[in-house]
């Protein structure tokens, strides 16, 4: 899965997770908590989220690694290429 891939996908995901959200007004190095008010249950659910999308299971320490779009898909990257 390629960079572009990884960072549809992580788009995608956090579309469900909050459906509220225009995409394209993300921005993708601002912590997610802080730019779309997300709490620990959403992240949670992009975890989760993720792992259905690409398989790749994101332990609760991490989830500080994943609090951005551009954290979602560097973490993502470096799990998959190490698979």
Known sequence: MDETTIR??????????APEVE?????PAEDLRDQLDLDSMDILNLAI???QA??????ERDYARIV???G???YLA???AST
């Not at 549809?8 to 997770?17: F, H, P, W």
């Not at 690409?54 to 332990?59: C, D, I, K, W």
């Open 78 to 80: 470096a799990a998959l």
């Open 54 to 59: 690409t398989g790749v299971e994101v332990p």
């Open 49 to 51: 989220g993720l792992f």
């Open 23 to 27: 995409l394209g007004t993300v921005d």
């Open 72 to 74: 979602c898909v560097a």
């Open 8 to 17: 549809s996908t992580v788009l995608r995901v956090l579309g469900e997770v």
């Open 68 to 70: 951005t779009v551009d």
